[in-house]
């Protein structure tokens, strides 16, 4: 018998609903055992967000700063034979509860030495959380041996209209000429046959050709333009991080004036900005194709 945990944490179900796809082949198997577990803050963030409460997680989120976690309702000393540890991006980084649990000592005993794929349903934009996450599980002694994400498949400037009528005001869509914001539904369906691929290795323990065959079967959503807009956001949101954090912790109102520059700023970024980087980034995917593609892939295939 072999046992696996699945660790998780999802505001809207989105997550939990994409883990369940994936575990679905697990459970349907009467050789494997599998156990949920949900991670959570002490005091859990708004769902849906005020627009202030949203973007005053932007600091703690770009620098992995942990927030206080509830004790896991599970036994530290148990072997699993696989953790499926299920993680939204925040920001371009690990979301703060996700990054939190990564520190939880009962998480950290469990994955030492075991091997971890990870599981990531997001808007778009998860290449520098993805790099944080394996740094991550390398420092805790886990061997990271899977990786798939699920992204909402609109253009970039859509789903952050959409992504926002559902993070702040609730309502997921379509509304509208708006479309549904998120993962598609369809696709979140058919993530069973990923857990297929992991079952699958799980049985034999070979965990060597588990990626190249997750990312054959196209469970990793990467694009060229939008993983080099990320890279430069990054870079700038940790300047902005800075000094949001020199004026005071999370939820002090002497950093919320700069907090709402932030997000004009942001919004400029966005709208303004990223169009014209994007067709820049889009005509230099065009003339160095086999290029781009060949770096696309590697980051897919990267765990
Ligand atoms: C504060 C915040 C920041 C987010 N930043 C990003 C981001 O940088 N990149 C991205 O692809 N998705 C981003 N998202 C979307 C989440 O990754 C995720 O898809 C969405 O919140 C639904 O997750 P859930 O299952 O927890 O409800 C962000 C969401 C929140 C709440």
């Given at each position: 018998?072999?046992?696996?945990?699945?660790?998780y944490y999802s505001q809207s179900g989105q997550l939990k609903n994409i883990v369940d796809a994936v575990a679905k082949?697990?459970?349907?198997?009467?050789?494997?055992?599998?156990d949920f577990a949900k991670y959570q803050p002490k005091t859990d963030y708004p769902f849906p967000?005020?627009?202030?409460?949203?973007?005053?997680?932007?600091?703690?989120?770009?620098?992995?700063?942990?927030?206080?976690?509830q004790s896991m309702d599970i036994e530290a000393n148990k072997h699993y034979d696989l953790i499926i540890f299920a993680?939204?991006?925040?920001?371009?980084?690990?979301?703060?509860?996700?990054?939190?649990?990564?520190?939880?000592?009962?998480?950290?005993?469990?994955?030492?030495?075991?091997p971890v794929v990870t599981v990531l349903g997001v808007r778009n934009m998860w290449v520098q959380a993805h790099y944080s996450i394996t740094q991550r599980l390398k420092v805790l002694g886990a061997s990271h041996v899977g990786n798939l994400v699920l992204t909402d498949p609109a253009n970039n400037l859509v789903s952050v209209i959409t992504v926002i009528k559902w993070l702040i005001e609730g309502k997921q869509g379509p509304n509208g000429i708006w479309p549904r914001s998120g993962v598609p539904l369809?696709?979140?369906?058919?993530s069973y046959k990923y857990g297929d691929l992991i079952l699958n290795a799980l049985k034999s323990e070979n965990w060597a050709s588990l990626q190249s065959n997750l990312v054959?079967?196209?469970?990793?959503?990467?694009?060229?333009v939008l993983k080099t807009i990320?890279?430069?956001?990054?870079?700038?949101?940790?300047?902005?991080?800075?000094?949001?954090?020199?004026?005071?912790?999370?939820?002090d109102t002497n950093r919320l004036p700069l907090i709402r520059i932030f997000k004009y700023y942001l919004l400029f970024m966005i709208f303004i900005l990223s169009p014209i980087a994007s067709l820049v980034f889009w005509i230099i995917n065009f003339l160095f194709f086999p290029f781009a593609r060949k770096h696309i892939r590697n980051i897919a295939l990267m765990h």
């Open positions: 018998m072999k046992s696996v945990l699945v660790l082949p697990l459970l349907a198997c009467d050789q494997v055992q599998v967000w005020s627009s202030d409460a949203f973007f005053d997680a932007f600091p703690e989120s770009r620098f992995g700063i942990t927030c206080p976690m993680y939204q991006v925040w920001y371009l980084s690990p979301s703060i509860p996700a990054w939190s649990a990564l520190h939880d000592p009962t998480i950290m005993q469990i994955m030492r030495g075991r369809a696709r979140i369906e058919q054959n079967a196209g469970a990793v959503d990467i694009n060229f990320e890279t430069n956001g990054h870079r700038i949101f940790g300047v902005w991080a800075k000094m949001i954090l020199k004026k005071g912790q999370a939820g």
